[in-house]
């Protein structure tokens, strides 16, 4: 490629830059408080003593993971109440990254760094730049080992792979860098 800008960028011409847009997949969600609370069923009939296993058991331990599935269910229920459905989780475009935990939008310039772990599922962490907005940094710290990270998914952003995404969030970096402050 002569070019430095990533293939997918460049296949989209008649766009001047992608833009991803992570949705929240009130399906998924459904999907799996269903099968977690198929289980908390199957779990709590087997302590009370209405399924017989084939072996005899006392219930104490499929009790307990009954409710540790029915804390779980509840866990992720007042997760999904804090997501507006109605809007994208996340929107990464060329002039930054903006999403529903973030008080605003977070310019690429106040970008320190970019890691892209090579593991399966980890996520793109972009780390904000010490002299960042006092705001971003604020809601940022409230989510202490990662201070000063947003973590990005580079899985299931629709009409893109896991690898484009990561080659558009290095191109979008990378092209801040070049650009004067």
């Not at 198929?38 to 993971?65: C, D």
């Not at 106040?110 to 090579?118: A, C, L």
Request: aromatic fraction near 8%; charged fraction near 20%.
């Amino acid at each position: 490629m002569t070019n430095d800008r990533p293939a997918t960028i460049n296949s989209h011409q008649s766009a001047t830059q992608p833009v991803l847009v992570l949705r929240p997949s009130t399906r998924a969600l459904f999907g799996f408080i269903c099968v977690m609370a198929i289980f908390f069923v199957y779990l709590s009939l087997i302590a009370v003593g209405q399924i017989e296993m084939s072996r005899p058991t006392s219930g104490v331990g499929e009790g307990l993971f009954a409710i540790l599935i029915l804390v779980i269910i509840v866990f992720v229920v007042a997760k999904a109440r804090q997501v507006d459905f109605t809007k994208p989780i996340m929107v990464i475009g060329p002039d930054g990254i903006t999403g529903q935990k973030l008080p605003k939008l977070i310019p690429w310039s106040m970008i320190e760094r970019v890691d892209i772990p090579q593991t399966r599922w980890a996520m793109i962490y972009l780390t904000v730049r010490k002299d960042a907005d006092p705001e971003i940094l604020e809601q940022l710290r409230k989510r202490q080992p990662l201070e000063r990270t947003v973590a990005i998914p580079h899985r299931w952003i629709p009409g893109f792979s896991s690898s484009e995404v990561k080659e558009i969030v290095k191109w979008y970096f990378g092209s801040s860098r070049s650009q004067p402050r």
